[in-house]
């Protein structure tokens, strides 16, 4: 018999009833170590007070009005993110899929409106990630994602993660756009080199194509610049949002230059609940707290911290694991042993992660993250890891 919560997740037999900080504690008060902040989501840990303070306080006011009318909660976080990144203009939504939905549709009104109809073709990367609705799972293009499927939404094209040429010679007349993750997350934690993103750049810039990025996973602070981006000193013509900018709340966001979003004027797109005032009175305490520079600088030496500790744990344990690799609080340990049993150690030990493609399992612990609380989670990984070694043996 089917289950009544439709069967499509795999789910670990953990089931937590509160969260504080860094912390997640199941019913019996057993307490893990969360370096799995949602899937990258709660950016702040659980239960910030400023967080539940602008929750409650908006909650106690008005939850949901249609976009028919002004939203000053949406407009102030729209100034945020505009003040604080490449864009001119911003669109608000539920999550990273509806994202993905509006960058395509605005990559294609640009061209449609520039006298360039035939400007369809999205080029995307192999191992990406954009969310499961049509358009997510047909820019991203995976098996596992597309399969049984179709017919998929037309007009994307898909090329090796690390190979220019391949890029180059996929680009013509019918190209609208490429989009990317400067960090891939669900493929297993590869980060783009900055030299091919400022290639990238370059491209779509000498053959007049928009750049669209998904900063969904990598952005809001996790690779400890705002934006992921902002290492290889770039900028998008388009960039998706969502994960950390609700810190658990629902909330996403397409970003974009005035050029590129020109083509988007009433009536083009619309959302019932996007850009609500609880999202967004959530979401510019999460801005106001993570897009500050001295929260940034923490990030940075926090994720110094943490990686240095989990070089540690891999050389103690060359048979589990074959190396860290990633960016800032965005790391992931490549596994010689099964990720996943990996995983389930780990949650024998109280300590949660999030398994990835190409056999990585994910750190990407609250970015507020303490020092005592880091050492302590590496700790439970090598308890963690020495079990999985002794069970191989
Ligand atoms: C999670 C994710 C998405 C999809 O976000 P949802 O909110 O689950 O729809 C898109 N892109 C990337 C890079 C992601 O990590």
Not at 254 to 266: I, P, Y
Not at 344 to 367: C, E, K, T
Request: with cysteine.
């Amino acid at each position: 018999m089917i289950p009544s919560v439709l069967p499509t997740y795999n789910r670990a037999p953990l089931s937590f009833v509160k969260g504080e900080g860094s912390w997640l504690i199941e019913a019996d008060g057993r307490r893990f170590l969360d370096l799995a902040s949602g899937i990258a989501v709660n950016v702040l840990g659980h239960a910030h007070p400023d967080l539940v303070a602008a929750l409650t306080e908006q909650a106690g006011k008005l939850w949901h009005v249609s976009n028919l009318y002004q939203i000053p909660q949406q407009q102030a976080l729209a100034d945020r993110l505009v003040e604080a990144t490449f864009a001119d203009t911003v669109f608000f939504t539920n999550s990273g899929t509806e994202s993905c939905e509006l960058a395509v549709k605005m990559a294609r009104k640009y061209w449609y409106d520039k006298g360039q109809p035939e400007r369809v073709e999205i080029i995307g990367f192999e191992g990406a990630f954009h969310g499961r609705s049509s358009a997510g799972i047909a820019a991203a293009g995976g098996e596992k994602l597309t399969k049984g499927f179709a017919p998929l939404l037309p007009g994307f094209v898909h090329v090796p993660w690390d190979d220019r040429a391949a890029l180059e010679a996929a680009i013509d007349e019918t190209t609208a756009a490429v989009i990317v993750e400067p960090v891939q997350g669900e493929g297993g934690i590869r980060p783009m080199e900055d030299a091919d993103l400022k290639a990238l750049r370059a491209l779509c810039d000498a053959q007049g194509i928009l750049l669209i990025l998904d900063e969904v996973q990598c952005g809001m602070g996790r690779t400890g610049r705002l934006f992921a981006h902002e290492w290889a000193g770039i900028v998008p013509d388009i960039m998706m949002v969502a994960k950390g900018i609700g810190g658990g709340f629902p909330l996403g966001a397409v970003l974009a230059s005035e050029e590129a979003a020109s083509g988007m004027t009433a009536g083009t797109h619309g959302s019932t609940y996007g850009g609500n005032p609880l999202a967004c009175a959530v979401g510019a305490k999460v801005m106001e707290i993570v897009a500050d520079p001295a929260f940034l600088d923490q990030v940075r030496a926090r994720a110094g911290a943490m990686r240095q500790k989990l070089e540690g744990l891999v050389a103690a344990h060359p048979d589990v694991f074959e190396g860290v690799r990633g960016s800032g609080l965005m790391l992931g340990l490549k596994c010689r042993a099964a990720n996943t049993d990996v995983l389930a150690a780990g949650y024998d030990n109280a300590v949660v992660a999030v398994p990835a493609a190409d056999n990585v399992l994910r750190i990407l612990p609250p970015l507020n993250i303490s020092d005592e609380e880091i050492a302590e989670a590496v700790e439970r990984l090598d308890r963690a890891a020495a079990q999985v070694a002794a069970s191989g043996a």
